[in-house]
T-cell receptor, first 116, second 109 residues
Framework: EPEVTQTPSHQVTQMGQEVILRCVPI?????FYWYRQILGQKVEFLVS????????KSEIFDDQFSVERPDGSNFTLKIRSTKLEDSAMYFC??????????????FGPGTRLTVL | RKEVEQDPGPFNVPEGATVAFNCTYS??????FFWYRQDCRKEPKLLMS???SGNEDGRFTAQLNRASQYISLLIRDSKLSDSATYLC??????????FGTGTRLTVIP
C-alpha cells in the first residue's frame, strides 16, 4: 500500500540553525500539508500546498517557515532560524483531492525536531 | 474560533466493554468530519470518516449531529489493540484539518 515517507525521523539542531524536513507524498496525490504536534499537545495545521503554491497557512506559519516542491516527488518544510519552541513532531500529509472521500489525508510517520 | 473539543479522558475499560467518545466543534461551516487514532509517538491514522447519516465499520460506530455540532464514536467489544488516543478531526477551509486534543483509551485485560 502506498505511504507517505519522511526523513529524517529525528533531527537535532542548535537554536538559530536552519533545518529542512523532507517528505515524499503518495505518488498520485496533488494536495500536500504540514502539521506539527508539540509533545503532549494537539496536532496543529501549518500549511497546505497545491499546484506549486501555498493554499492556506496558519498563524504558526510565519516568515521563518517555507515550503517547496523542488522536484516531482519531494515536499519540504524549511525553518530558517530555529527557536526552542519549534521543537515538535512535524507530520507531512497528502491527499488526492481537496475534499470528499478522495480528500482523505494520509500522514507520514513524522520527523521529531529537537532544538537545543 | 476554530476549536474542536473532546472528552479529556483517560478512559480505562476492560476488554469487551463498550466505550463512547464525544466531540463538539465550533465551526458551523465545517463539511468533513473524521476520527483518527494515534498511537504513542506515531502519526495519526484515519479510523473512519463521519457522515451525516451515521456510519458503522465493524465494532466502530460514528454519529454526527450538525445542528448541535456534535460528533461521537462508539467502540463495541473493546480489544487490547484498541488502546490509543482517539482524535476528533474537523476540516476548516478547503481541506485543512483541525484536531481535538484527543481522548486516551486504555483497554485492560
Amino acid at each position: 500500500e502506498p505511504e507517505v515517507t519522511q526523513t529524517p525521523s529525528h533531527q537535532v539542531t542548535q537554536m538559530g540553525q536552519e533545518v529542512i524536513l523532507r517528505c515524499v507524498p503518495i505518488s498520485n496525490h496533488l494536495y500536500f500539508y504540514w502539521y506539527r504536534q508539540i509533545l503532549g499537545q494537539k496536532v496543529e495545521f501549518l500549511v497546505s500546498f497545491y499546484n506549486n503554491e501555498i493554499s492556506e497557512k496558519s498563524e504558526i506559519f510565519d516568515d521563518q517557515f517555507s515550503v517547496e516542491r523542488p522536484d516531482g516527488s519531494n515536499f519540504t518544510l524549511k525553518i530558517r532560524s530555529t527557536k526552542l519552541e519549534d521543537s515538535a513532531m512535524y507530520f507531512c500529509a497528502s491527499a488526492s483531492s481537496a475534499g470528499g472521500p478522495r480528500g482523505t489525508q494520509y500522514f507520514g510517520p513524522g520527523t521529531r525536531l529537537t532544538v537545543l | 474560533r476554530k476549536e474542536v473539543e473532546q472528552d479529556p479522558g483517560p478512559f480505562n475499560v476492560p476488554e469487551g466493554a463498550t466505550v463512547a467518545f464525544n466531540c463538539t466543534y465550533s465551526n458551523s461551516a465545517s463539511q468533513s468530519f473524521f476520527w483518527y487514532r494515534q498511537d504513542c509517538r506515531k502519526e495519526p491514522k484515519l479510523l473512519m470518516s463521519v457522515y451525516s447519516s451515521g456510519n458503522e465499520d465493524g465494532r466502530f460506530t460514528a454519529q454526527l449531529n450538525r445542528a448541535s455540532q456534535y460528533i461521537s464514536l462508539l467502540i463495541r467489544d473493546s480489544k487490547l489493540s484498541d488502546s490509543a488516543t482517539y482524535l476528533c478531526v474537523v476540516n476548516w477551509r478547503a481541506n485543512n484539518l483541525f484536531f481535538g486534543t484527543g481522548t486516551r483509551l486504555t483497554v485492560i485485560p
